[in-house]
């Protein structure tokens, strides 16, 4: 998620889901990732954040598993959440991200996103994060996220 410190006013998601146990709902300013959430957070034990989201009919091939592409769109959410802290709140956007899928998430699954970033240097943030349904892994992935204005 590349946020920014300009005021804006949060989008609607265009369904409800129900939060899962520990989570908070989130507020969403980018149209495409309000229209594919809701989106809930929650706080590890660590102090670092937790992404979720219910896979709902939105999300899933006509098998019922869920799409790789809104398994990418979480993980950009995710790490981009995580880059924008590590970049002590600058803008920041995806220069690349590279995802494993090591089992398939269904229809109904509470994905969590545990995400951290890696290494910063002044224009680049690394972050990597894993995807776990039920505390079994799902995915994986590493990013490398651009602090706009930094050369």
Known sequence: MTESATARIPL????????????HRID?????EAYVGPLFEREAADGSRVLAFRVDERHVRGD???HEGMMMTAADACMGGVAWRGAEGRPCVTLSMQTSYL?????????EC????DHRTRAIVF????????????????????VLGER
């Not at 609607?12 to 989570?23: I, K, L, N, R, W």
């Open 12 to 23: 609607p998601s265009p369904v409800e889901a129900m939060t899962p146990d520990g989570f």
């Open 103 to 111: 089992d398939d998430v269904r229809l109904g699954d509470v994905v």
């Open 28 to 32: 969403l300013f980018d149209p495409f």
């Open 64 to 66: 019922g598993t869920a």
């Open 114 to 117: 545990a995400a951290r970033v």
């Open 127 to 146: 972050v990597s994060a894993d995807f776990t349904v039920g505390g079994a892994p799902v995915m994986t992935a590493t990013s490398l996220w651009k």
